[in-house]
């Protein structure tokens, strides 16, 4: 677990965008 995933899926629930990729496969 890292602190920027946490804070990457922070900042898209707050867009209301789905999570990206990025996040979510790594």
């Not at 946490?6 to 979510?24: F, H, I, K, L, N």
Request: glycine fraction near 4%; hydrophobic fraction near 35%; charge should be positive.
């Amino acid at each position: 677990f890292s602190v920027a995933r946490s804070t990457v899926y922070r900042a898209v629930q707050r867009a209301g965008e789905p999570t990206p990729a990025r996040a979510r496969r790594r």
